[in-house]
């Protein structure tokens, strides 16, 4: 077998090498590397031409630089010279660099695509190879362009070599992954479904992930791999352990080319050819007997191998849905895993569980192992682990088991690690109330949330308690009694505070028989707590206070004293003191009628999803990362959702009855409008919503114009957002290339199917503009997930429409069809240049001439603010200059539209008056119009 | 219909030693290099402070990563969270396994010096991050073919 020595080949390599790892300090590390470059540099300018070896030895020095995180600015051309040499290793050394550093320089990419042409039609294997790997390493659209026409016919071509085939096979996949439009298989589909058959099992290994991506996207015209799939795999299953030779693995053959061919199943619904069907029944049942036969190894590679094929055979199982044997059999199967010594193992098999757990099939048979998954939640080492036990508890808990399940995750609360808690919070707070069967047992559960873990809940969680309490009156005098006896507790969480206050100034009066809970004693009992609270809770206490006025009107006298003293009536918090002065006015003048009316008992919540499980989804999502960008773009794009000023939310209450509330008198944000998306997957639940029939009627070509303009000068923020869908952005842009980063967020709590985003350039915007779409949105949106999609972008002239966006997906049964005017405008390309007074009027006589000059008188829309109008300008991209112009009332700016064909230099003027305002703009090109687009913004 | 996400599956392959110097990483989707070096910094900190008794899995932003320790070696792979992660752990097994018939007991010095060699062998196994092949043998003669060309 081949031994490789150290740098073998290049010397100089080998030595620049040891060198750099010899260096004691950062410094003496960047001055050798300086040292090099120079040398590197006077040896590709010098006037000897290098031979080919010379030049391979620098181009990879270069590279290894570059791979130590240091910036190269050189040497792409001679890297792309050894993609010409004829020798194999100078040839690789050109396109490992074209590949690591990919270079959108326009004049290198034709020469590499020659070069790549070159290869692939060299009828040399390697060299083929090598091209077919730049290519599916880079993958850009050029490449795209210029090659995916031809790897189909290599790919599917009798003469080619089988290692050509592979590269050829996958290097397609990416360029279908890139730039779907241009890979046509049309003619090719039957014979590239047909590699299944191939005798090399290599060639199939890499022809069905292609395989796989396409049926995704077309089931229809590859369904014909499902039969062949299944002949594959029933080969392999039935084949002895050493039948496969190269392609057995530790005694099991072919493992990934198994767990390949069953998750290609997996695109597809159980097969409707009975004998197809039964041959595939026959594998899962080999793979489930293969599980309990004794190892023929004791090497974990031996039972890893195995194991990955059963885990994809019990995901296929799973999929189907349809076979109870098979799914009471995999169960049965996983359980065994429960206990294994494997912490993989376990911890796959808990996984594994929770997806069981729903089908009907086998929730029973999943619920036989709960006592082994609490103990797992118990005594596991590796957190992960224990958070899968938690997934699964949740998963198999149901109306048997809920109290069980609560009880243990209560407990296991307690010490659980901070990192889950949160999640933990809201899995107990959604179980308690969906498996509810009494609900003073919801009520304990809360509030024992609220102790354990205090810190953790979150305001969805105690609005719902709520919520709760104040639709059911079976449990309102309980829970009063509840949190009173609960506030007893000489520490006690702000949220129980909260909850306490609430509860006791709505529903005191049920509790108030008792001496030992009269008004005053609850009164004091809260106050006692009131100085250690933050302003938001002390302003729900002071409408607990006012409420208590209305139901017990002799503690009036009592509460208006507390309202009366300094620290409420001057306190320097706003909220705080309009409270004060407000609810004392009211107790003082208000007639015992009126205040009753004003502070009657809150009417009961309408019914919809719990906000909780929103949340709960939300946390799950798959769009986690990006969160908190969208987020901030939201914030940018000025829309707050209501019912984020926590300290409205109690102004509610005292205002619960008036005729008008305001829409801060949005109570916990439950009465906000409803949306009419939601709907509620959780039939069992009782407060759970019913708005699931239909989704809103099918909005289409909905063209988002103001959101579309707010743009023109910002790159961040929220582009589209309805009741199911927010769409907001990010770009970046730089010189002609821009990159926009779309974030889709699903806001109801269905899924959204066939989610497909295509953009597309009205007229010759295609001409103008070039898009290249970096990765496509999977086609399944979960209910609050957000998935992102990113748009390069790059600008060949100057364009005035803007490309639309155009979103399909289907929700609930209804297909959504949406078109957008995606913000990119010339001005992004923008970039901008000082100058000086002489200069800019210099340039402004020369550039005016008719057809260079463009001036328009508008009026202002928006007050002309000059702080508003300056960031406006800023926001353009161009450079705002000072003391330019004789005139300080008006506004000069200077910059340059960067094209790929061409650069714009623009010079502008905007001269205000009080009445309407004159505008003139000159540059270098004729493009008028498109700049009085933009300026219609201003 | 539930599908297994449309995507590249393999979004990148990173080797790094327990002081977190980077001995190969590549790319399967377009990062730019301060997000790389985000990556390689995030994924560095998770998987160093797991020990033996841990999975060797872990969820990381909305992938999740399968490594493998060998000797001051970690070999991770970053897939989405509904890949098989037995299937992964075993094809990180497996490329080691080459490398270390190729360089003749693969060491940390062989892939520090020979970087270049490396990434050839990640491309006859991984490509556009898929696998591409998974028979050592065939592997390795092709290895041994190229090896021989000037």
Same mark, same amino acid.
């Given at each position: 077998?081949?031994?490789?020595?150290?740098?073998?080949?290049?010397?100089?390599?080998?030595?620049?090498?040891?060198?750099?790892?010899?260096?004691?300090?950062?410094?003496?590390?960047?001055?050798?590397?300086?040292?090099?470059?120079?040398?590197?540099?006077?040896?590709?300018?010098?006037?000897?031409?290098?031979?080919?070896?010379?030049?391979?030895?620098?181009?990879?020095?270069?590279?290894?630089?570059?791979?130590?995180?240091?910036?190269?600015?050189?040497?792409?051309?001679?890297?792309?010279?050894?993609?010409?040499?004829?020798?194999?290793?100078?040839?690789?050394?050109?396109?490992?660099?074209?590949?690591?550093?990919?270079?959108?320089?326009?004049?290198?990419?034709?020469?590499?695509?020659?070069?790549?042409?070159?290869?692939?039609?060299?009828?040399?294997?390697?060299?083929?190879?090598?091209?077919?790997?730049?290519?599916?390493?880079?993958?850009?659209?050029?490449?795209?362009?210029?090659?995916?026409?031809?790897?189909?016919?290599?790919?599917?071509?009798?003469?080619?070599?089988?290692?050509?085939?592979?590269?050829?096979?996958?290097?397609?996949?990416?360029?279908?992954?890139?730039?779907?439009?241009?890979?046509?298989?049309?003619?090719?589909?039957?014979?590239?479904?047909?590699?299944?058959?191939?005798?090399?099992?290599?060639?199939?290994?890499? +022809? $069905? %992930? /292609? !395989?796989?991506?396409?049926?995704?996207?077309?089931?229809?015209?590859?369904?014909? @791999?499902?039969? =062949?799939?299944?002949?594959?795999?029933?080969?392999?299953?039935?084949?002895?352990?050493?039948?496969?030779?190269?392609?057995?693995?530790?005694?099991?053959?072919?493992?990934?080319?198994?767990?390949?061919?069953?998750?290609?199943?997996?695109?597809?619904?159980?097969?409707?050819?009975?004998?197809?069907?039964?041959?595939?029944?026959?594998?899962?049942?080999?793979?489930?007997?293969?599980?309990?036969?004794?190892?023929?190894?004791?090497?974990?590679?031996?039972?890893?191998?195995?194991?990955?094929?059963?885990?994809? +055979? $019990? %995901? /296929? !199982?799973?999929?189907?849905?349809?076979?109870?044997?098979?799914?009471?059999?995999? @169960?049965?199967? =996983?359980?065994?895993?429960?206990?294994?010594?494997?912490?993989?193992?376990?911890?796959?098999?808990?996984?594994?569980?929770?997806?069981?757990?729903?089908?009907?099939?086998?929730?029973?048979?999943?619920?036989?192992?709960?006592?082994?998954?609490?103990?797992?939640?118990?005594?596991?080492?590796?957190?992960?682990?224990?958070?899968?036990?938690?997934?699964?508890?949740?998963?198999?808990?149901?109306?048997?088991?809920?109290?069980?399940?609560?009880?243990?995750?209560?407990?296991?609360?307690?010490?659980?690690?901070?990192? $889950?808690?949160?999640?933990?919070?809201?899995?107990?707070?959604?179980?308690?109330?969906?498996?509810?069967?009494?609900?003073?047992?919801?009520?304990?559960?809360?509030?024992?949330?609220?102790?354990?873990?205090?810190?953790?809940?979150?305001?969805?969680?105690?609005?719902?308690?709520?919520?709760?309490?104040?639709?059911?009156?079976?449990?309102?005098?309980?829970?009063?009694?509840?949190?009173?006896?609960?506030?007893?507790?000489?520490?006690?969480?702000?949220?129980?505070?909260?909850?306490?206050?609430?509860?006791?100034?709505?529903?005191?009066?049920?509790?108030?028989?008792?001496?030992?809970?009269?008004?005053?004693?609850?009164?004091?009992?809260?106050?006692?707590?009131?100085?250690?609270?933050?302003?938001?809770?002390?302003?729900?206490?002071?409408?607990?206070?006012?409420?208590?006025?209305?139901?017990?009107?002799?503690?009036?006298?009592?509460?208006?004293?507390?309202?009366?003293?300094?620290?409420?009536?001057?306190?320097?918090?706003?909220?705080?003191?309009?409270?004060?002065?407000?609810?004392?006015?009211?107790?003082?003048?208000?007639?015992?009628?009126?205040?009753?009316?004003?502070?009657?008992?809150?009417?009961?919540?309408?019914?919809?999803?719990?906000?909780?499980?929103?949340?709960?989804?939300?946390?799950?999502?798959?769009?986690?990362?990006?969160?908190?960008?969208?987020?901030?773009?939201?914030?940018?794009?000025?829309?707050?959702?209501?019912?984020?000023?926590?300290?409205?939310?109690?102004?509610?209450?005292?205002?619960?009855?008036?005729?008008?509330?305001?829409?801060?008198?949005?109570?916990?944000?439950?009465?906000?409008?409803?949306?009419?998306?939601?709907?509620?997957?959780?039939?069992?639940?009782?407060?759970?919503?019913?708005?699931?029939?239909?989704?809103?009627?099918?909005?289409?070509?909905?063209?988002?114009?103001?959101?579309?303009?707010?743009?023109?000068?910002?790159?961040?923020?929220?582009?589209?957002?309805?009741?199911?869908?927010?769409?907001?952005?990010?770009?970046?842009?730089?010189?002609?290339?821009?990159?926009?980063?779309?974030?889709?967020?699903?806001?109801?709590?269905?899924?959204?199917?066939?989610?497909?985003?295509?953009?597309?350039?009205?007229?010759?915007?295609?001409?103008?503009?070039?898009?290249?779409?970096?990765?496509?949105?999977?086609?399944?949106?979960?209910?609050?997930?957000?998935?992102?999609?990113?748009?390069?972008?790059?600008?060949?002239?100057?364009?005035?429409?803007?490309?639309?966006?155009?979103?399909?997906?289907?929700?609930?049964?209804?297909?959504?069809?949406?078109?957008?005017?995606?913000?990119?405008?010339?001005?992004?390309?923008?970039?901008?240049?000082?100058?000086?007074?002489?200069?800019?009027?210099?340039?402004?006589?020369?550039?005016?001439?008719?057809?260079?000059?463009?001036?328009?008188?508008?009026?202002?829309?928006?007050?002309?603010?000059?702080?508003?109008?300056?960031?406006?300008?800023?926001?353009?991209?161009?450079?705002?200059?000072?003391?330019?112009?004789?005139?300080?009332?008006?506004?000069?700016?200077?910059?340059?539209?960067?094209?790929?064909?061409?650069?714009?230099?623009?010079?502008?003027?905007?001269?205000?008056?009080?009445?309407?305002?004159?505008?003139?703009?000159?540059?270098?090109?004729?493009?008028?119009?498109?700049?009085?687009?933009?300026?219609?913004?201003? | 219909?539930?599908?297994?996400?449309?995507?590249?599956?393999?979004?990148?392959?990173?080797?790094?030693?327990?002081?977190?110097?980077?001995?190969?990483?590549?790319?399967?989707?377009?990062?730019?290099?301060?997000?790389?070096?985000?990556?390689?910094?995030?994924?560095?900190?998770?998987?160093?402070?797991?020990?033996?008794?841990?999975?060797?899995?872990?969820?990381?932003?909305?992938?999740?990563?399968?490594?493998?320790?060998?000797?001051?070696?970690?070999?991770?792979?970053?897939?989405?969270?509904?890949?098989?992660?037995?299937?992964?752990?075993?094809?990180?097994?497996?490329?080691?396994?080459?490398?270390?018939?190729?360089?003749?007991?693969?060491?940390?010095?062989?892939?520090?010096?020979?970087?270049?060699?490396?990434?050839?062998?990640?491309?006859?196994?991984?490509?556009?991050?898929?696998?591409?092949?998974?028979?050592?043998?065939?592997?390795?003669?092709?290895?041994?073919?190229?090896?021989?060309?000037?």
């Amino acid at each position: 077998m081949p031994a490789v020595s150290k740098g073998d080949g290049m010397r100089g390599l080998a030595v620049f090498i040891s060198d750099i790892r010899n260096c004691k300090s950062k410094e003496a590390e960047i001055k050798r590397i300086n040292k090099e470059l120079a040398n590197i540099r006077s040896k590709f300018k010098g006037d000897k031409a290098l031979d080919g070896y010379s030049k391979k030895k620098y181009v990879c020095k270069l590279l290894f630089i570059f791979l130590l995180g240091h910036d190269i600015d050189f040497g792409h051309m001679e890297a792309v010279n050894l993609l010409s040499s004829n020798k194999y290793t100078e040839k690789q050394i050109g396109y490992l660099f074209i590949s690591v550093l990919v270079n959108s320089n326009s004049e290198l990419i034709r020469l590499i695509n020659n070069a790549i042409k070159n290869d692939l039609s060299s009828r040399n294997p390697t060299f083929m190879c090598l091209a077919l790997h730049c290519i599916a390493n880079v993958g850009s659209r050029e490449m795209a362009e210029a090659f995916a026409s031809e790897i189909p016919r290599i790919l599917v071509a009798g003469d080619t070599m089988d290692s050509v085939k592979q590269s050829a096979a996958l290097c397609l996949l990416r360029l279908y992954k890139t730039s779907p439009d241009l890979v046509l298989m049309g003619e090719w589909t039957s014979r590239v479904v047909h590699l299944l058959n191939d005798q090399h099992m290599g060639v199939v290994t890499a +022809a $069905i %992930s /292609l !395989i796989t991506c396409l049926s995704q996207k077309n089931p229809d015209e590859f369904k014909t @791999c499902v039969s =062949l799939a299944v002949s594959r795999l029933s080969r392999i299953v039935s084949s002895a352990s050493t039948d496969l030779q190269d392609y057995t693995y530790y005694f099991v053959p072919a493992p990934w080319l198994s767990c390949k061919l069953l998750r290609l199943l997996q695109c597809y619904p159980p097969p409707e050819d009975g004998a197809v069907k039964g041959r595939l029944v026959e594998c899962l049942e080999t793979i489930l007997n293969k599980a309990q036969e004794p190892p023929k190894s004791k090497k974990v590679q031996h039972s890893n191998a195995k194991n990955a094929i059963l885990f994809e +055979a $019990i %995901s /296929l !199982i799973i999929h189907y849905d349809s076979e109870p044997n098979l799914l009471v059999r995999a @169960c049965n199967q =996983l359980g065994q895993f429960l206990q294994h010594r494997e912490t993989n193992l376990r911890y796959l098999a808990l996984e594994s569980m929770c997806t069981l757990a729903s089908s009907e099939f086998s929730h029973e048979a999943v619920k036989t192992h709960i006592e082994t998954v609490i103990n797992a939640l118990k005594t596991e080492r590796d957190v992960s682990v224990r958070q899968r036990a938690a997934d699964l508890l949740y998963a198999m808990c149901d109306r048997s088991n809920a109290k069980q399940i609560v009880a243990e995750m209560l407990s296991y609360l307690e010490t659980a690690d901070y990192s $889950i808690r949160e999640e933990m919070v809201l899995k107990v707070a959604i179980l308690a109330e969906k498996y509810a069967v009494d609900y003073s047992w919801y009520v304990d559960t809360i509030l024992n949330l609220i102790r354990i873990a205090g810190d953790y809940v979150s305001e969805e969680v105690w609005y719902r308690v709520i919520q709760i309490v104040i639709n059911r009156d079976d449990v309102q005098g309980y829970a009063a009694k509840t949190v009173f006896e609960a506030l007893q507790a000489p520490a006690c969480h702000e949220n129980m505070v909260k909850v306490g206050g609430y509860i006791l100034g709505e529903f005191g009066n049920l509790i108030a028989g008792d001496p030992r809970s009269s008004p005053l004693v609850q009164f004091n009992l809260l106050h006692s707590k009131f100085h250690l609270c933050s302003v938001p809770t002390r302003a729900l206490l002071l409408s607990a206070y006012i409420k208590f006025i209305n139901l017990f009107p002799e503690t009036k006298s009592t509460i208006q004293e507390v309202l009366r003293s300094d620290s409420q009536i001057r306190n320097s918090d706003v909220e705080l003191q309009q409270r004060a002065v407000e609810y004392l006015k009211l107790s003082s003048i208000a007639s015992t009628d009126v205040l009753a009316t004003v502070l009657e008992e809150m009417p009961p919540f309408p019914e919809r999803e719990s906000s909780i499980l929103a949340k709960l989804k939300k946390k799950k999502g798959p769009g986690a990362v990006s969160v908190s960008e969208l987020e901030e773009g939201k914030r940018e794009g000025g829309e707050l959702n209501g019912g984020s000023d926590r300290g409205a939310d109690t102004a509610a209450m005292a205002a619960s009855n008036a005729s008008t509330p305001s829409p801060q008198a949005d109570l916990l944000g439950l009465r906000s409008t409803a949306p009419v998306g939601s709907a509620a997957p959780s039939a069992g639940s009782l407060l759970v919503d019913v708005f699931s029939e239909a989704g809103p009627a099918t909005p289409s070509a909905a063209v988002n114009d103001d959101g579309f303009l707010r743009f023109v000068c910002k790159n961040n923020g929220v582009l589209f957002e309805n009741q199911l869908l927010q769409i907001g952005i990010k770009s970046e842009y730089r010189q002609n290339l821009g990159r926009m980063y779309l974030f889709y967020g699903n806001k109801t709590s269905v899924q959204f199917a066939s989610f497909t985003t295509t953009v597309s350039c009205p007229g010759d915007l295609q001409s103008h503009i070039l898009y290249m779409q970096e990765h496509f949105v999977e086609p399944l949106v979960e209910g609050g997930a957000q998935v992102q999609q990113v748009l390069n972008i790059e600008c060949l002239t100057d364009f005035c429409d803007a490309p639309l966006l155009n979103i399909k997906f289907r929700y609930g049964g209804a297909l959504q069809n949406l078109t957008l005017k995606l913000p990119v405008t010339i001005n992004k390309f923008f970039q901008p240049t000082e100058m000086a007074s002489h200069d800019f009027f210099q340039r402004w006589k020369q550039l005016s001439q008719p057809q260079q000059e463009a001036q328009k008188i508008f009026k202002a829309n928006h007050s002309m603010d000059t702080e508003v109008l300056k960031a406006k300008l800023l926001g353009l991209g161009t450079a705002l200059l000072d003391n330019v112009d004789p005139n300080p009332e008006n506004y000069v700016c200077a910059g340059v539209i960067q094209t790929k064909n061409q650069q714009v230099g623009c010079l502008l003027r905007l001269e205000p008056n009080a009445q309407a305002q004159v505008l003139s703009h000159t540059h270098t090109h004729t493009h008028t119009h498109t700049h009085t687009n933009l300026y219609s913004c201003l | 219909q539930r599908f297994k996400g449309l995507g590249i599956t393999i979004r990148f392959i990173l080797i790094q030693n327990r002081a977190g110097k980077t001995r190969l990483a590549k790319w399967y989707m377009q990062f730019d290099d301060d997000e790389k070096q985000k990556l390689i910094e995030e994924v560095h900190a998770v998987v160093t402070v797991r020990d033996a008794k841990h999975t060797n899995f872990v969820e990381f932003r909305n992938f999740k990563i399968i490594y493998r320790r060998y000797a001051g070696l970690y070999f991770c792979i970053c897939v989405d969270v509904t890949d098989n992660n037995l299937a992964y752990l075993e094809g990180i097994h497996n490329f080691v396994e080459v490398l270390n018939e190729y360089f003749h007991n693969v060491c940390e010095l062989d892939l520090v010096f020979n970087f270049y060699k490396v990434y050839t062998v990640v491309d006859e196994m991984f490509l556009a991050g898929e696998i591409r092949e998974t028979s050592q043998t065939k592997v390795l003669k092709q290895l041994l073919m190229l090896q021989s060309l000037e």
